[in-house]
């Protein structure tokens, strides 16, 4: 069975960081492409950034481009997701995402909150 599993999370003040980490179990990393989603309350699921299989596909939503980073290290079958210059906005529950031909998977999520 595949798993899922973020961490990192927190309570953070505007203009911090925070590194997520999500790490895969029952599949091997090295074969999904995988994406941090989040969804603020209130609001819809929205796509934060994701990396192909090859790393050689990094996209980012616009609101986190210059401060976010998707990074994967297949030997540990984890992605990160470095997050600096946190701002109020940024407040919502992030999800991992594993995607591999008919194979996608969610993990549970964690909550990240920004807040004075």
């Known amino acids: 069975q595949v798993q899922l599993v973020e961490s990192g999370g927190g309570l953070v003040q505007p203009g911090g960081s925070l590194r997520l980490s999500c790490v895969i179990s029952?599949?091997?990393?090295?074969?999904?492409?995988v994406g941090w989603f989040r969804r603020a309350p209130g609001k819809e699921r929205e796509g934060v950034s994701c990396?192909?299989?090859?790393?050689?596909?990094?996209v980012y939503a616009d609101s986190v481009k210059g401060r976010f980073t998707i990074s994967r290290d297949n030997d540990k079958n984890t992605v990160y997701l470095q997050m600096n210059d946190l701002q109020l906005e940024d407040t919502a529950v992030y999800f991992c995402?594993?995607?591999?031909?008919?194979?996608?998977?969610w993990g549970q999520g964690t909550q990240v909150t920004v807040s004075s």
């Open positions: 029952g599949a091997d990393l090295y074969y999904y492409s």
């Open positions: 990396t192909s299989n090859s790393d050689d596909g990094t």
């Open positions: 995402n594993a995607d591999h031909l008919f194979y996608n998977y």
